[in-house]
């Protein structure tokens, strides 16, 4: 029967996150009783480290309880005003930085701020899942721009410059990305950077990674190659990633003035601001010692080892190499047309729910970045759980027909 009362036009357009749902319905599993190996989610393993956690608990105690200023409490954003200047050398003031619920509440304020019916907002694919849905809910349309598995899900500029209309009005760029792991070249950069300063496009860098990577020195990043951006960039990170907290929900974002003033305004007539604990605990994070993202990453180095060439031993599987994030990213199309019990494997998703359902591997089809040859594990879970998820991963395939 039809509810009696209808939803929004907007709400329709949209779909709950998936790697949130596939995360769910693994946990439910699990609570359960089932032995579900979990590469859903992506979030670190780690505990949030002691002296953060202290912040909070502090905060509690000293009563920190109340509302703070909408964009964040001052002292956070001139600590991460430092964290910028240090890390980068870029100079923002305090009131060119937002604080959110997290990054992904940064990214909902900077569409609600920035773009409306008849603007187009260029989205790199294999992407993050809730591009196109946080692009939508403000009533822009997102063009997806395919990244190809042979140069590495690189930025292919003369790729790019075919989806460019008079509409474009900004881009999303993520480096290293979720869910391929890649790290966008420097010429790659210079090479968008130049179009986005002849488009006035607005540039969206999501570097929610950056402190996790496999390279070799500094991550290119567009504001170092192409300075003459920072009027028109937007630049997005958190603590989720970075200090093990992606509970505590703190994002933000740095940017010209009148661009995060929009972003307040939007956030002082929705969630008014972000947990005042959590902010506490935030800047405990950005402004005391920084080797726990290195700890954390060099943890990973082994993890990633192990995975990609496990992945890459199995027939038939190809997988680029990450160079950031934690997540690898095979292509598995090589399976698809196959079936198990006369049921067919036909693409990601099929996939997805015959590893889970027969093999008791929660992963993410590559059809949620909008990839359907691919599918997403995140290594950010122990040595012991990989090695058996990937022996399980294995023989799945194996046992396709
Ligand atoms: N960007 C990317 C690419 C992500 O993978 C995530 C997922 N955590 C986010 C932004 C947002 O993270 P959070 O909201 O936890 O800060
Ligand atoms: N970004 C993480 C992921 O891709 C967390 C889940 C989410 O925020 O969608 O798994």
Redesign the pocket.
């Known amino acids: 029967m039809e509810p009696k009362i209808s939803l929004s036009a907007r709400v329709k357009q949209i779909k709950p996150?998936p790697?949130?749902a596939v995360?769910a319905k693994a946990k439910a599993l699990k609570a359960a009783g089932a032995d579900i190996v979990n590469f859903?989610?992506?979030?670190p393993d780690f505990d949030t480290p002691p002296h953060v956690c202290a912040a909070g608990k502090a905060a509690i105690d000293q009563g920190f309880t109340r509302y703070t200023a909408v964009p964040g409490i001052p002292e956070l954003r001139e600590a991460i005003a430092h964290r910028f200047a240090e890390d980068h050398g870029w100079h923002y003031t305090a009131d060119q930085i937002q604080v959110a619920s997290g990054g992904?509440h940064g990214l909902y304020n900077m569409a609600q701020a920035l773009f409306g019916p008849g603007d187009e907002v260029l989205v790199l694919a294999p992407y993050?899942?809730?591009y196109p849905d946080i692009i939508q809910l403000s009533g822009a349309t997102p063009v997806i721009v395919p990244l190809t598995e042979a140069k590495d899900f690189d930025l292919e500029p003369e790729v790019l410059a075919r989806y460019v209309t008079e509409r474009t009005k900004g881009i999303i760029l993520n480096s290293p990305s979720?869910?391929t792991g890649s790290v966008f070249s420097r010429a790659a950069l210079a090479a968008v950077g130049q179009m986005a300063l002849k488009g006035n496009w607005v540039v969206i860098s999501d570097d929610i990674y950056d402190t996790i990577t496999y390279i070799d020195g500094k991550l290119p990043h567009i504001l170092d190659v192409c300075p003459e951006l920072m009027e028109q960039t937007l630049v997005l990170n958190g603590v989720s990633k970075s200090f093990a907290m992606?509970g505590w929900r703190i994002g933000y974002t740095a940017g010209p003035k009148h661009i995060i003033a929009a972003m307040n305004k939007i956030q002082s007539q929705s969630t008014s601001n972000a947990s005042s604990v959590a902010q506490k605990a935030a800047l405990a994070a950005v402004s005391g010692p920084q080797d726990f993202p290195r700890v954390m990453k060099e943890a990973f180095v082994p993890r990633l080892d192990f995975i990609l060439k496990t992945l890459t031993e199995i027939p038939g599987v190809t997988c680029v190499k990450p160079s950031g994030a934690f997540y690898v990213f095979p292509n598995v199309s090589a399976y698809f047309g196959k079936s198990f019990k006369g049921k067919p494997i036909t693409g990601s998703l099929d996939l997805a729910d015959y590893l889970l359902d027969e093999a008791l591997i929660a992963a993410?089809p590559g059809i949620a970045f909008g990839a359907d040859r691919f599918i997403r594990f995140?290594f950010a879970t122990s040595m012991p759980v990989i090695a058996e998820g990937m022996k399980r991963f294995k023989t799945a395939l194996a046992n396709l027909s």
């Open positions: 996150s790697t949130l995360n859903s989610v992506g979030e992904k993050w899942v809730s979720n869910p992606t993410v995140s």
